[in-house]
């Protein structure tokens, strides 16, 4: 199961990349039993801007994971960049404890190969989805 700890957080405005409608904060779901969509939680981010963060294009310029859902242009962004976080990754990816991290497309992560800028280390295995699996990783940005 995925776990967080020891977290080290900052905070940057969001930019139109990752400011995302969810519903509220307190939202857990409609009356028919689905769920508040996730958003860019999770995902890599590079500074875009004067103290502005958005999703991250090239994982040289990574400075942390997303820890919130920023819903409109300029709410605050928590960019974690210390500590084991939640990270999500691609489609398809099934992470195992330590392989290596690296970004993936649309701010996503992915297993690192030979060569590619290693981000984090995966530190426990999470749950699968379509979207991809969630799992823990001690970054390393």
Same mark, same amino acid.
């Given at each position: 199961?995925?776990?967080?700890?020891?977290?080290?957080?900052?905070?940057?405005?969001?930019?139109? =990349?990752?400011?995302?409608?969810?519903?509220?904060?307190?939202? /857990?779901?409609? /009356?028919?039993?689905?769920?508040?969509?996730?958003?860019?939680?999770? @995902?890599?981010?590079? #500074? &875009?801007?004067?103290?502005?963060?958005?999703?991250? &294009?090239?994982?040289?310029?990574?400075?942390?994971?997303?820890?919130? @859902?920023?819903?409109? #242009?300029?709410?605050?962004? &928590?960019?974690?960049?210390?500590?084991?976080?939640? #990270? /999500?990754?691609? =489609?398809?990816?099934?992470?195992?404890?330590?392989? /290596?991290?690296?970004?993936?497309?649309?701010?996503?992560? @992915? #297993?690192?190969?030979?060569?590619?800028?290693? *981000?984090?280390?995966? &530190?426990?295995?999470?749950?699968? =989805?379509?979207?991809?699996?969630?799992? =823990?990783? *001690?970054? @390393?940005?």
């Amino acid at each position: 199961m995925a776990y967080t700890e020891h977290l080290f957080n900052v905070t940057l405005d969001a930019d139109d =990349s990752i400011a995302t409608w969810t519903g509220p904060p307190q939202h /857990r779901g409609d /009356r028919a039993g689905h769920s508040a969509p996730p958003g860019h939680l999770y @995902k890599f981010l590079m #500074v &875009t801007g004067r103290h502005q963060a958005g999703l991250a &294009t090239a994982a040289d310029k990574v400075v942390g994971v997303l820890g919130n @859902k920023p819903q409109v #242009v300029g709410d605050p962004a &928590t960019v974690t960049i210390f500590g084991v976080q939640n #990270v /999500r990754f691609e =489609s398809g990816q099934n992470p195992a404890p330590g392989d /290596r991290v690296t970004l993936g497309a649309e701010g996503f992560a @992915k #297993v690192a190969g030979d060569g590619d800028v290693v *981000l984090g280390v995966v &530190t426990s295995p999470g749950a699968n =989805s379509p979207a991809g699996a969630i799992v =823990s990783v *001690l970054l @390393k940005v």
